[in-house]
T-cell receptor, first 113, second 114 residues
Framework: DAKTTQPTSMDCAEGRAANLPCNHS???????VYWYRQIHSQGPQYIIH???NNETNEMASLIITEDRKSSTLILPHATLRDTAVYYC??????????????FGSGTQLTVLP | EAGVAQSPRYKIIEKRQSVAFWCNPI?????LYWYQQILGQGPKLLIQ????????DSQLPKDRFSAERLKGVDSTLKIQPAKLEDSAVYLC????????????FGSGTRLTVV
């Protein structure tokens, strides 16, 4: 699976949009981009995933560039409870057995009051 | 739906002692994973089960770690004997076998080896 590069940390003002970037320049055509977050003392939580089209759910939006070499996770109105480590993961689709998730170090997002 | 249950929540043991962690995945999830998360790092996969069979245990230190998944449901992870460097959070996750579904993680067991 392709490796990803994320900033170590970011700050965001409460109520503003948080835009978390991720580079995955070696991504293959069938690899998906997943985003998870981990709030302190909890297990990682699934946020969203996508292949090439932009995706939106109740938690966030995922914008994937046309060349698929990078993506941005957008939290439209960040709250203090969004303070967490955010992981961007690239993974091949399951084939026969579910594919593993390989976590990097992620981005520590701190939402400031 | 109920989440992934793990116990205990915290455990403190002395080095060279043994310890076991328990995980109950979401009902119907065929795949179960154990991850180790050392402070300040992302989770690292230790072992992956599909039903009650091992799919990948390449990163499991087999001289001291063992895991089983009886009847394809609950799972236990054991460390014997523990070392100081085993201090970490041990996370269990489960997922459906097919499709691009995300994992569901438990809250983990925080192990401190002194």
């Amino acid at each position: 699976d392709a490796k990803t590069t994320q900033p170590t940390s970011m700050d965001c003002a409460e109520g503003r949009a948080a835009n978390l970037p991720c580079n995955h320049s070696t991504i293959s055509g069938n690899e998906y981009v997943y985003w998870y977050r981990q709030i302190h003392s909890q297990g990682p939580q699934y946020i969203i995933h996508g292949l090439k089209n932009n995706e939106t759910n109740e938690m966030a939006s995922l914008i994937i560039t046309e060349d698929r070499k990078s993506s941005t996770l957008i939290l439209p109105h960040a709250t203090l409870r969004d303070t967490a480590v955010y992981y961007c993961i690239v993974r091949s689709p399951p084939s026969g057995s579910a594919r593993q998730l390989t976590f990097g170090s992620g981005t520590q997002l701190t939402v400031l009051p | 739906e109920a989440g992934v249950a793990q116990s205990p929540r915290y455990k403190i043991i002395e080095k060279r002692q043994s310890v076991a962690f328990w995980c109950n995945p979401i009902s119907g999830h065929a795949t179960l994973y154990w991850y180790q998360q050392i402070l300040g790092q992302g989770p690292k996969l230790l072992i992956q089960f599909q039903n009650n069979g091992v799919v990948d245990d390449s990163q499991l230190p087999k001289d001291r770690f063992s895991a089983e998944r009886l009847k394809g449901v609950d799972s236990t992870l054991k460390i014997q004997p523990a070392k100081l460097e085993d201090s970490a959070v041990y996370l269990c996750a489960s997922s459906l076998l097919r499709g691009n579904y995300g994992y569901t993680f438990g809250s983990g067991t925080r192990l401190t080896v002194v």
